[in-house]
């Protein structure tokens, strides 16, 4: 039995995996579909209710993304948010015109709690607010139900019609109670019975795997240690036991033990872990190279020519197995005719090789759920909490060449780093090394010395997309640059990235 289905319709909002997420927090499955799906396509999909994204056009602009008119009379439960009220009084007789006054960021708003959208809420909530267009006519049929001291329609419903509308953004945190009101817009008036868990994907998933796989092929995983692909090799191990080869490429470029306890973890379980030491191969390749572009190709190429040789030694394979999920799919334009951008989960069967299908267990989940599936599978928090880590590992984070000292001294220095972290109470989404290419004179005992500065980074953010510096206190970073200058030979200063991004980028390569 498929789960309940919330569709959310995008418009070009930025908001749109998390208006998805928040729907899956309450219990229930929720995809992502462009704006202009076909009716024939909704219905094939029987959703209990669908959502309008948010998007930076004006409706009444004439190439602003539009949707079939006959949405709103499928009887489907509808809900707008702000480009998404504005499209449905626009394409249901109402009128949109830019604000007198914008409104931006928090906003108090005067709602009435006889609506089952408001159930359980105040008669006053703070929400966000980020609009320059208004609805100026409510279309026949329905009334105002929120208003703030600018935006007179700032939330409106059509009973009848099941048909309900906000200007503000219920999905984000600026909006203390915006979960409270997507669960009654899910639960009050599609009627949604929250039967989507980790566990029923898990078992869902066994099934499928095994249908599409048999019972006597086995599959192959190019197994990173990120945690989609763990969670990817534990699901698979679980589905297939012993036909599940995992092919673990350590290319010298991990953190410190992070290939051991990659090893350590999986194999103990019930599938072929084949570990390919290659960092002479791969240092080699690297020698004198110092641009970051060329670093990762490099890396790359290398990465795909060691598996590709390691999964020859196992004959022909028919499945190859990857970490897809969901943000991928959604990133890569696979759910949408608009290629946003590529991604290396999403470009399909490798061109040279034999496998003839993909396996995408993950596929249509977002990262919190594939950790909680993690868990749920049995894998340590070591894995399933593990930091985003980029593919070309610490040669990006080695400014200039790349060498086994280097990366020694790096790896030494991001342990201690991370260790502090770990065990202060500070929040903290990323947090690293870089080993810079600067050398400069320091004083240790009576001697001078010429070496490496180690400079650290922590962020905090909710989409990696944009971040700001973490404010560490300066007694925890104290501690933390004595430790490295008195722990790890090579290293006599240590400095701080205090950068955002813009105008930098999380990683320093």
Known sequence: MENQLVLVLDFGGQYKQLIARRVREWGVYSAIEPGNISIERIRELAPIGIILTGGPNSVYEPDAPRCDPKLFDLGIPILGICYGMQLMCHMTGGEVTPCSVSEYGQISVSVDTGSALFEGLGNTETALMSHTDRVSKLPWGFERIAQTADCENAAIQNVSRKLYAVQFHPEVEHTPNGKKLLYNFIYNICGAKGDYTMKDFIEKQIEAVRTQVGENEKVM??????VDSSVCAAL??????GRLICIFVDHGLMRKDE?????????????????????ERFLSKLSGVTDPERKRKIIGAEFIQVFEEEAKKYGKIRFLAQGTIYPDVIESGAYNSANIKSHHN???????MDFKELVE?????????VRAVGYQLGLPASIVERQPFPGPGLAIRVIGDVTKE??????EADAIFREEIDNSNEKVQQYFAVLTGLRSVGVMGDGRTYDYTIALRAVNTTDFMTCEYAKLPHELLGKISSRIANEVNGVNRVVYDITGKPPATIEWE
């Open 346 to 352: 999403v470009g399909g069967l490798p061109e040279n």
């Open 221 to 226: 995983l190019a197994l990173s240690g990120g």
């Open 406 to 411: 280097k990366l020694d001294i790096l790896r």
């Open 236 to 241: 698979l191990s679980k589905a297939l036991p």
């Open 361 to 369: 267990p993950l596929r249509s989940l977002f990262k919190d759920e």
């Open 259 to 279: 290939g051991n306890q990659i090893e350590a973890v999986f194999s103990k379980r019930d599938l072929i872990f084949d570990r390919v030491n290659a960092e």
